[in-house]
């Protein structure tokens, strides 16, 4: 380098002001975290099939239900199965999108009688593609054996349909009555009571039952990693339908090993990694409170990235947290102006102090900051009831309508705040 | 002067020099930070024209995209509808949303902000006086800037895959910009290139992308030509649907309702009973219709839907042709 270079070079560091240059965390690498733990968990999942598997049990499955000696030759068999290899071929046979075969849908009555935990986070995503609502009702069921309340709003929305058949709708009742906790209803009502306040609870806290499960086999981790793995794709259907995975496990089960993947040397993996805690919203929280985790501080590093701090603040307002709130006060300050919205809206999520309120009342007028981020800000001084000058027309102009609705959510879920809940 | 001392002092000279040209820089020109495209519609008033009336600047606010998004509460829409700099990410990989201006849609800065934080050109001799400091980037002329979003449908794969010639004639231009891209002639004679992306919501663009024609002869004979799409028609969206369609007439002044003798479309993922039927470039399609007894006319339209429920008056007719009997 000429000395005329070093001199510019020096004097432009000195003279630039940097996205928070002075205080900003020191950096942690990115890893390849999910290679690793692919590379770990290899051959530890569901066993693989192959075509004259599936084609096995497909007859063997029509045949068994042909009663006789035959259809018992062909019990036998299905029963001759592990219950891992039997999973696996069934799970694949579901996933066919190009049979449309009503035999097909016997696979999941199936699945269900023999369902070992690894077979959760691909069960899972049935919900997402399944049409036939007996088909919806056995994988929730599946799903309720397994702790997972996500079939839940399929089984109230089935019996909130009057246009469905009233067989279907029997058998949606006919789960949750077989369900632990449904055994105290006496009558509808009081299964619908209950339906409602599982279906409240899981969506706050993800959880079934009791509050804490055991930890994951391998094969489950295996299944888990293998789930996140699809994070790196380039078409987004397969980030899609992880992303809607591992938001609807329970926080012990995907939490632990997206806060791993946000470290991944893969943009991809990292970003909607922190995409999925984000979309978790306040559950996150919980399951933080819950295990004492350190949420806050295990992503806190991660701001040192210019790249990913817009989504670390998504995934931080998950938290609830008054840690969170101060961190966004911090860069509502000195982030740019990317940052900077997406610390607003951290605060509006999580601000519990009266100097998070405060931080929103001195900031929401300025100009440097985004129409969304002001109105972020504007939001959270409403919701503390005080007298607020409502924001220029041009400023709301310029925050579309899906943008103001997200916010409004936002603001009217303050009230399920992790810490207010404690406190 | 003893020659020791010659080094000495062009030494010093050097010196003062460097100190000179770091300290007083040749001409006061004050660097704009570029944090958001609103910045740029000051300057930039007739590209932000053309860019205003696009489906760029549409991406966030159209209706269509809204209801099928929920209102982009599926945010899995929001990378390519409200993308940050596509310059940010390795070529030909997709692009992830940003936090801001979300309403802009595909704003300036999602195709010419860099990483430095300067702003991209294709020019070759950018005005180094502009308070954006543009710099030639030669990247954001190439089908990858575009495939960050236009190849989750394959777009750009199919652009790839059609001939560079058709009948000897340059068919496939050297980048997306050839079509969707023209010159245009701004205010003050100055050269640009059109901002406003002319594409399927364009009569003009779709009519140079495909021509319908139709012959009455055994057989009604119909004809569609893509040889102006150097991608396939339609494309991108699976949504998007082009029908053909004919109508005939009988000697009484009555007609028959129109009738759709082809639909060129993709289909969604579960629509796993239809076939990708949509006409690649540079190819052609045929069907020979039997003429009913007693028609003397028969009308025949290519409507263009954005998706495949839209309604014929919602649609876009393409071409509409009238052949009588001969």
Redesign the interface.
């Known amino acids: 380098m000429t000395l005329r270079a070093t001199f510019i070079c020096l004097l432009a560091l000195s003279c630039t002001k940097g996205e928070g240059s002075s205080s900003a965390p020191e950096k942690t690498a990115w890893t390849p975290v999910l290679q690793a733990r692919l590379e770990q968990f290899q051959g530890q999942g569901l066993p693989p099939v192959d075509e004259g598997e599936l084609q096995n049990v497909r007859e063997l499955l029509e045949s068994s239900r042909l009663g006789g000696r035959l259809g018992k030759m062909a019990q036998r068999s299905l029963d001759d199965f592990s219950n891992e290899k039997l999973c696996s071929i069934l799970l694949d046979w579901v996933e066919d999108r190009f049979d449309n075969s009503p035999l097909r849908l016997r696979a999941y009555p199936l699945l269900r009688e023999r369902a070992v935990p690894e077979i959760l986070p691909r069960l899972l995503l049935r919900l997402k593609y399944e049409k036939d609502l007996s088909a919806n009702i056995a994988i929730a069921a599946t799903l309720l054996q397994l702790g997972n309340g996500a079939g839940l709003q399929a089984l109230q929305n089935i019996l909130l349909d009057s246009t469905s058949d009233e067989r279907v709708r029997t058998q949606a009742l006919l789960v949750l009555d077989a369900t632990p906790g449904f055994e105290s209803a006496k009558d509808f009502e009081d299964s619908w009571q209950l339906l409602s306040a599982a279906i409240m609870n899981w969506s706050r806290f993800r959880t079934f039952g009791k509050p804490t499960v055991s930890p994951p086999s391998v094969a489950l981790q295996a299944e888990t990693w293998n789930m996140i793995a699809r994070l790196q794709s380039q078409p987004l259907r397969p980030v899609d339908d992880a992303r809607f995975v591992l938001s609807r496990m329970r926080g012990e089960l995907s939490i632990p090993p997206l806060l791993e993947a946000t470290r991944d040397s893969s943009i991809y993996v990292r970003e909607h990694a922190l995409q999925t805690l984000a979309w978790m919203g306040y559950t996150v929280g919980e399951w933080d409170l819950r295990t004492n985790a350190g949420f806050v501080q295990k992503l806190t590093p991660l701001l040192a990235h210019a790249v990913v701090r817009p989504r670390v603040f998504e995934a931080l307002a998950s938290s609830g947290s008054p840690e969170a709130a101060n961190l966004a006060v911090e860069w509502l300050q000195k982030g740019n102006y990317q940052t900077a919205t997406a610390a607003a809206d951290c605060l509006l999520r999580c601000a519990h102090s009266l100097e998070h309120f405060q931080a929103a009342r001195d900031n929401r007028s300025q100009e440097h900051l985004s129409p969304e981020a002001r109105w972020s800000l504007y939001l959270l001084v409403m919701s503390t009831t005080e007298k607020v000058a409502p924001l220029p027309s041009l400023i709301l102009e310029q925050v579309p309508e899906g943008e103001r609705t997200r916010r409004s959510r936002w603001s009217a879920l303050r009230a399920q705040m992790p810490m207010h809940s404690r406190r | 002067m003893k020659p020791i001392l010659w080094p000495a002092i062009l030494l010093a000279l050097g010196g003062t020099w ?1 100190l000179f ?2 300290l007083i820089p040749p001409e006061e020109i004050e660097t704009l930070q570029i ?2 495209s609103r910045q740029c519609l000051e300057c930039h008033a007739d590209v932000a024209k053309e860019w205003e009336e696009s489906h760029h600047a549409f991406a ?2 159209n209706p269509e995209v ?1 209801k099928l998004s929920q ?3 599926n ?2 829409c929001l ?1 390519c509808h409200a993308p ?1 700099p596509v310059l ?2 390795e070529p030909g ?2 692009v ?1 949303a ?6 802009m849609g595909v704003d300036c800065l999602a195709c010419h902000l860099t990483e430095s934080g300067n702003v991209a050109t294709t020019n070759t001799t950018p005005n180094s006086k502009a308070p954006c400091k543009p710099k030639t980037v030669p990247r954001l002329a190439e089908p990858e800037s575009c495939a960050a979003c236009h190849n ?1 449908h394959k777009t750009v794969d199919q652009w790839r895959a059609t001939p560079p010639k058709l009948n000897g004639k340059p068919f496939r231009g050297e980048n997306c910009l050839h079509c969707h891209m023209p010159q245009a002639w701004r205010s003050g004679g100055r050269k640009g290139s059109d901002h406003s992306f002319r594409a399927s919501h364009d009569l003009e663009a779709l009519q140079s992308a495909v021509t319908l024609s139709a012959n009455w002869e055994v057989t009604l004979s119909l004809t569609l030509q893509n040889h102006g799409a150097a991608h396939n028609f339609p494309t991108d969206e699976r949504s998007r649907a082009a029908d053909l369609a004919i109508r005939w007439s009988q000697e009484d002044g009555s007609h028959t309702d129109w009738l759709r003798q082809y639909r060129f479309r993709d289909p969604y ?2 629509e ?1 009973e239809l076939q990708n039927t949509t006409l690649p470039g540079g190819e052609t399609w045929n069907s020979e219709v039997p003429i009913p007894e007693g028609a003397v006319s028969v009308q025949v339209r290519l409507l263009y839907r954005t998706n495949p429920f839209q309604s014929d008056e919602d649609a876009f007719p393409v071409y509409e042709l009238e052949l009588k009997r001969p």
């Open positions: 460097v040209s770091i944090a958001s966030y606010k809204r209102d982009f509460r945010e899995e990378a940050r940010l990410f990989t997709r992830l940003r936090n801001a201006d979300r309403g989750q993922r579960d796993t």
